[in-house]
């Protein structure tokens, strides 16, 4: 089975602290992807990255950024939490081009003060 | 227009009944369907799974695929307490950016 694996199930961070949220996979899976997801505004994608070192804008990268150094791993990085930033927080991972299937870690909730 | 759209819901059923879900789209490109149910504070997980028209079947769940109208659906057989959750429809191209085109989810309450 695919497991998708998220460092924190719950985060309390005040405004204007860096935050970080990592992301491993152990399936050796190309693509990792971050999303947020609100009530009523559906899963949003934050950013992408289809290869080590490789990053792809999504729908709403303004105050986010990631990386990825090791191809199990993707990390969100909140350069300065603000309090719309509060929300659930998913990563994801595909085995890659031609098998576009999700499989979505357990989430972290994050809320900004 | 949006490119996936689905009914948010909430749609309350008894135990027992068939729950019907549906989503429709806009780009013909699409070739991968998938659904997903997610549990209240969890992640989604992947519920079918379907490459371009037709049917497919896996124990109570049933879902369909018709291109032509671009239309999926979800069906749900003797639903169970269980089957409360969130049900998100997902679709991609076939040589496409990598990327889901998900609709917003569709809640579901079985009511014992």
């Known amino acids: 089975d695919v497991k998708v694996t998220q460092s924190s199930r719950y985060l309390v961070k005040r405004t204007g602290e860096k935050v970080f949220l990592e992301c491993v996979q152990d399936m050796d899976h190309e693509n990792m992807f971050w999303y947020r997801q609100d009530p009523g505004l559906g899963l949003r994608l934050i950013y992408f990255?289809?290869?080590?070192?490789?990053?792809e804008k999504g729908d709403i990268p303004e105050g986010y950024s990631v990386s990825r150094e090791k191809k199990e791993r993707f990390s969100l990085i909140l350069e300065s939490a603000s309090t719309n930033q509060t929300s659930m927080y998913l990563c994801?991972?595909?085995?890659?081009?031609?098998?576009?299937?999700?499989?979505f870690g357990p989430g972290t909730r994050l809320l900004v003060l | 227009q949006k490119e996936v759209e689905q009914d948010p819901g909430p749609l309350s059923v008894p135990e027992g009944a068939i729950v019907s879900l549906n989503c429709t789209y806009s780009n013909s490109a699409f070739q991968y369907f998938m659904w997903y149910r997610q549990y209240s504070r969890k992640g989604p997980e992947l519920l079918m799974y379907t490459y371009s028209s037709g049917n497919k079947e896996d124990g109570r769940f049933t879902a369909q695929v018709d291109k032509s109208s671009k239309y999926i659906s979800l069906f749900i057989r003797d639903s169970q307490p269980s089957d409360s959750a969130t049900y998100l429809c997902?679709?991609?191209?076939?040589?496409?950016?990598?990327?889901?085109?998900f609709g917003k989810g569709n809640q579901v309450v079985v009511i014992p």
């Open positions: 990255s289809y290869d080590v070192k490789m990053k």
């Open positions: 994801a991972s595909s085995l890659g081009v031609g098998q576009e299937t999700q499989y």
């Open positions: 997902a679709m991609s191209e076939e040589y496409g950016n990598n990327r889901l085109a």
